[in-house]
T-cell receptor
Framework: SQKIEQNSEALNIQEGKTATLTCNYTNYSPAYLQWYRQDPGRGPVFLLLIRENEKEKRKERLKVTFDTTLKQSLFHITASQPADSATYLC?????????????FGKGTKLSVKP | DTGVSQDPRHKITKRGQNVTFRCDPISEHNRLYWYRQTLGQGPEFLTY????????KSRLLSDRFSAERPKGSFSTLEIQRTEQGDSAMYLC????????????FGPGTRLTVT
């Protein structure tokens, strides 16, 4: 069955540094991969989507890479700020992208210290 | 506010009781998803609708769970004969149909079964 792993449960970094979060998957070839942010007690908020034929996608201080050979996505936040502290979830479609149903990883809790 | 809304935000019930949750998606979105999230885990897919048709149900959705989306607008998720293991955050999300499937989540309904 499909499996998604976000390698770190928690990541602590200093303000201004670049945070790098990892998402690995097995037994699967997704059509796309998404990253969401979730704050405590709230629903996830969509951040970025990257398709299988895209290597990299950027949005402001965020960058996502997608390596279908390694079956891995990296999510970077540059010039991190305390306001970036949250849990970040990666999600894959599991039906070839036709219906939008997603499998989520457990998430990585990012803490940015001032 | 034109985002996804869910009601109630919190529900405490005794084991064996029935509960019903409501989700109002973004008005122009014809896809609607229900997820369940427990502490330290990512959201787990339960079921999804395209307009009023329920197109997929997870094996997590036992026969005690039922979901409806009459007229393709709001949706309800009912849990009958609740069990303590049903305690979780129930999230609703909506999206447009098409090749891009970012989902917009509601704030969730926190269910506690005592």
């Amino acid at each position: 069955s499909q499996k998604i792993e976000q390698n770190s449960e928690a990541l602590n970094i200093q303000e201004g540094k670049t945070a790098t979060l990892t998402c690995n998957y097995t037994n699967y070839s997704p059509a796309y991969l998404q990253w969401y942010r979730q704050d405590p007690g709230r629903g996830p908020v969509f951040l970025l989507l990257i398709r299988e034929n895209e290597k990299e996608k950027r949005k402001e201080r965020l960058k996502v890479t997608f390596d279908t050979t390694l079956k891995q996505s990296l999510f970077h936040i540059t010039a991190s700020q305390p306001a970036d502290s949250a849990t970040y979830l990666c999600a894959l479609d599991y039906d070839g992208g036709s219906q939008g149903n997603l499998i989520f990883g457990k998430g990585t809790k990012l803490s940015v210290k001032p | 506010d034109t985002g996804v809304s869910q009601d109630p935000r919190h529900k405490i019930t005794k084991r064996g009781q029935n509960v019903t949750f409501r989700c109002d998606p973004i008005s122009e979105h014809n896809r609607l998803y229900w997820y369940r999230q427990t502490l330290g885990q990512g959201p787990e897919f339960l079921t999804y609708f395209q307009n009023e048709a329920q197109l997929e149900k997870s094996r997590l959705l036992s026969d005690r769970f039922s979901a409806e989306r009459p007229k393709g607008s709001f949706s309800t998720l009912e849990i009958q004969r609740t069990e303590q293991g049903d305690s979780a955050m129930y999230l609703c999300a909506s999206s447009l149909t098409g090749t891009v499937h970012e989902q917009y989540f509601g704030p969730g309904t926190r269910l506690t079964v005592t």
